[in-house]
Nanobody, 128 residues
């Protein structure tokens, strides 16, 4: 059974940093595209960072480029999201997802809609 568990969220001041973790169990991440997504109250879910674990290629939308970094640690079957220079508008519930037939860009933009194994997510709140 494919299971992804998010952790690492919390309350941080504007300009601060957090690192989120997405731990996979029941499958090996090596052949997957992994993405981080967020859903703010009243807004649709959106992709914030995606990675092709097999070759390390990544995709970031413009609104996080230069602030967020996605990485993987194959030995731990885990993908991380390092978030720096956080803004109040980054406040949201953050989720990770995995797909096979995708690219990092397509995963972040549209292919996440095919994923049906969403976990509970981890809350990120950016506030002073």
């Amino acid at each position: 059974q494919l299971l992804l568990v998010e952790s690492g969220g919390g309350l941080v001041q504007p300009g601060g940093s957090l690192r989120l973790s997405c731990a996979a169990s029941g499958f090996n991440l090596d052949n997957y595209i992994i993405g981080w997504f967020r859903r703010a109250p009243g807004k649709e879910r959106e992709g914030v960072s995606c990675i092709d674990v097999s070759d390390g290629s990544t995709y970031y939308p413009d609104f996080v480029k230069g602030r967020f970094t996605i990485s993987r640690e194959n030995a731990k079957n885990t993908v991380y999201l390092q978030m720096n220079s956080l803004k109040p508008e980054d406040t949201a519930l953050y989720f990770c997802a995995a797909e096979v037939l995708a690219t990092a860009q397509s995963m972040c933009v549209e292919d996440w809609r095919e994923f049906d194994g969403w976990g509970q997510g981890t809350q990120v709140t950016v506030s002073s």
